[in-house]
Each structure stands twice: as structure tokens, then as C-alpha cells.
């Protein structure tokens, strides 16, 4: 099997409890026997983030799967270099671990996250900016994450207000995202909608660990980011960088309606730039 490494946890004197992310069966966590004996059969091979090959048997009823061997085939040597796009690659892991169901595969987000994280890792060091992520890999991230929300079936209703059915357009310049129904109204009916259906209710339970206070559900959108964003939510990057105003607005759309959908802000948000 292949797949990810997203978790460890200590487990007795000698093992470690692993999540991974796989691309044939997607999140599982596996026992690995002697992982923290200082001669462990899997060397390195368990740490966060590295692609590798296991081998799993699976144990069925309440029992831990275990990870009885496992090979690197990729441990994104280049974010070691650079920290925001290791953090950026942490908030990647993120969304999979407490934003996925246990045995639910999604393949074709599996080859999305692989684009992504080789992107993070192998941007030349000339367009790389010290103590941020450069624009081109912003937008990389914030293409992941809608792309991500399409594969969960929470990518956003961008085409019409809600409530009157209005298009999107210039002459009209204040739209409102509601992220607790993941649509849109215009201003003029945003106290008019009420959300049939919470998201968040649907969204899967570990999403939700720790509930905490959330912002109001509603945000202002411009109908330039509105168009934009309509376009996203498929696997294929698009290197031509949005420009740094709808940009803005993405991340902070993202960052608002992640937090909804999660019951509390990613740990990661912070470090992402605005
Ligand atoms: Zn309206």
C-alpha cells in the first residue's frame, strides 16, 4: 500500500501508533511493532510526511491494523530548507488527517496531494522568499485546498445568489459567502437566506474534534474573487499566479470557511500568509 505518513504517537516502550494516509484504502492508523527501538525495523521510514510503501495486515474487528515493513519512496528533502513551505505542507497533512473519514480513498485527491507536496519541495531556492511562501506557491496551496473541498463535496456554490438567483457581476460589487451552508447571497439578500443545512453537521466527526467560539458565518466577497475561485476546484495547477488582491481574498475566504467547516481554526492558518 501506499501512502503518507500524517501522525505518530508513542505507543508502550517499544512501539508507535501511525495514521497514514493511503492511496488504495485512504486514512488508516496501524501499529508498528519495535518502531521506537533504537535498531527499529523502520529505521526513519516512519517519520511525518514521507511517502512510502507499506505492507499492513489488517486485523479486523476493533484491532489495530499493524505495519509490519515500510519503504521511503519520497521524503521531500527541499521543505527541510524552507520553513513556510514545511508549514504549508503541514497544513496539507492537516486537512487529511482530521478532515477525512478512516477508510474512505479518495485516489484522485491522492495525486493532487502528491503534486502538491512536490511542489512544496522542490520550488528553486531563487523564487523563494526568507519568511513566507512566494506568491506562486500560495497559489498553489489555496488551488489545493479548493481542489481538496471538491473531492470532500464542500467546494462552495459561487455561481448565483441563494435567495434572488442573481449572477455575480461588476456592476453589482458586494456578495456575501455564508460558510455555514457554503453559498452565496447577494448583500441585498443576505439577511433574507437562512441556511437549510449546516455544512459543518455533515462534515466528518474528527473534523470537529474540539469545538470552539467561530467567527460570524458570513464574509464579503468581490465579484472579481467570486470568478476566480469559480474556476478552482480541480486537480490541474495553474501556474499563472491570480493577482495579489484576489489572492487575499481567497486565503482569507479559505482560512473563514475551513474554520466552519472544522468547528475551530486549523493550526496551521496562522503561518500561511494573509
Ligand atoms: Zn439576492
Known amino acids: 500500500m501506499e501512502g503518507w505518513v500524517l501522525k505518530g504517537l508513542d505507543y508502550s516502550e517499544t512501539s508507535r501508533i501511525v495514521t497514514l494516509w493511503t492511496k488504495e484504502k485512504g486514512k488508516i492508523r496501524a501499529l508498528a511493532k519495535g518502531a521506537r527501538r533504537l535498531k527499529s525495523p523502520f529505521e526513519n521510514s516512519l517519520d511525518l510526511l514521507n511517502l512510502c510503501r507499506f505492507q499492513i495486515i489488517h486485523k479486523g474487528g476493533n484491532a489495530l491494523d499493524l505495519v509490519t515493513e515500510s519503504r521511503v519512496r519520497e521524503s521531500y528533502g527541499g521543505l527541510r530548507h524552507h520553513l513556510p513551505n514545511l508549514y504549508a505542507a503541514y497544513h496539507v497533512a492537516e486537512l487529511l488527517s482530521e478532515g477525512t473519514e478512516d477508510l474512505d ?20 531556492p531563487e523564487t523563494r522568499a526568507p519568511s513566507r511562501m512566494s506568491p506562486k506557491t500560495s497559489w498553489v496551496l489555496i488551488q489545493f485546498e479548493f481542489f481538496y473541498l471538491s473531492q470532500m ?15 455575480p457581476s461588476p456592476e453589482n460589487p458586494a456578495w456575501i459567502f ?16 437562512s441556511a437549510q ?18 467567527p460570524p458565518s458570513s464574509m464579503a466577497i468581490s465579484p472579481d474573487a467570486l470568478d476566480v475561485a469559480g474556476r478552482l476546484g480541480n486537480r490541474k495547477i ?18 473563514h470557511y475551513l474554520t466552519w467547516l472544522r468547528g475551530r481554526r486549523p493550526k496551521l492558518l496562522g503561518f500561511l500568509g494573509s
Request: net charge negative; proline share 7%.
Open 105 to 124: 480513498p479518495h485516489p484522485e485527491l491522492f495525486e493532487g496531494v502528491h503534486d502538491t507536496l512536490n511542489w512544496l519541495s522542490t520550488e528553486s
Open 197 to 214: 443545512s449546516t455544512q459543518s453537521a455533515k462534515f466528518p466527526q474528527t473534523f470537529k474534534s474540539r469545538p470552539g467560539p467561530l
Open 153 to 167: 463535496g464542500y467546494f462552495p456554490d459561487f455561481n448565483h445568489c441563494q435567495n434572488c438567483g442573481q449572477i
Open 178 to 193: 455564508h460558510a455555514d451552508s457554503g453559498v452565496l447571497t447577494c448583500d441585498g439578500c443576505r439577511d433574507k437566506f
Open 238 to 255: 495553474c501556474t499563472e499566479v491570480a493577482v495579489e488582491k484576489i489572492r487575499r481574498e481567497l486565503r482569507a475566504l479559505l482560512n
